[in-house]
């Protein structure tokens, strides 16, 4: 399965899934430039991904909530970023707490014109919401 199909199955960004590919989250190898990412290990990967929220932190979960009040559904920072950030919620720029719920995986970074953005999960949105 390529990058593209991997994110789509996943709810998460392409660069999401090649990051995940580097570190060794989930088992792929590179062909011709492209990693092509074992679908096992992908369904593994998504699990983990699901079942984090339920063990958060209460500091970590109320960041989460606090987060999810200032996010944008579906804002594009460009329109050539659209396809992107479809389904998605968007923080802006420099929202506090933001690394704290990175080193989680409840966000995926989006960088646009050299500023950070940043995507929670659809894991992240399903902790977050009432």
């Known amino acids: 399965m390529n990058t593209t199909a991997a994110a789509a199955k996943a709810g998460v960004t392409v660069a999401t899934i ?4 580097r570190i060794g989250a989930v088992a792929a190898t ?6 092509i990412i074992d679908a ?3 369904d593994q990967r998504i699990a983990i991904g699901t079942r984090r929220p339920a063990q958060l932190p209460n500091d970590v979960a109320a960041l989460l909530r606090d987060t ?23 923080l802006p720029p420099h929202t506090w707490g933001s690394a704290a719920l990175l080193r989680w995986g409840l966000v995926d970074e989006l960088i646009v014109r050299g500023r950070t953005w940043y995507l ?7 902790a977050a919401r009432p």
Do not use: D
């Open 120 to 126: 929670l999960t659809p894991s992240a949105v399903r």
């Open 68 to 90: 999810f009040a200032q996010a944008r559904y579906e804002h594009s920072p460009r329109p050539s970023y659209r396809a992107a950030v479809t389904g998605r919620y968007v």
């Open 18 to 21: 090649r990051t995940w590919c």
């Open 30 to 35: 590179k062909h011709a430039g492209r990693w």
């Open 40 to 42: 096992e290990s992908l």
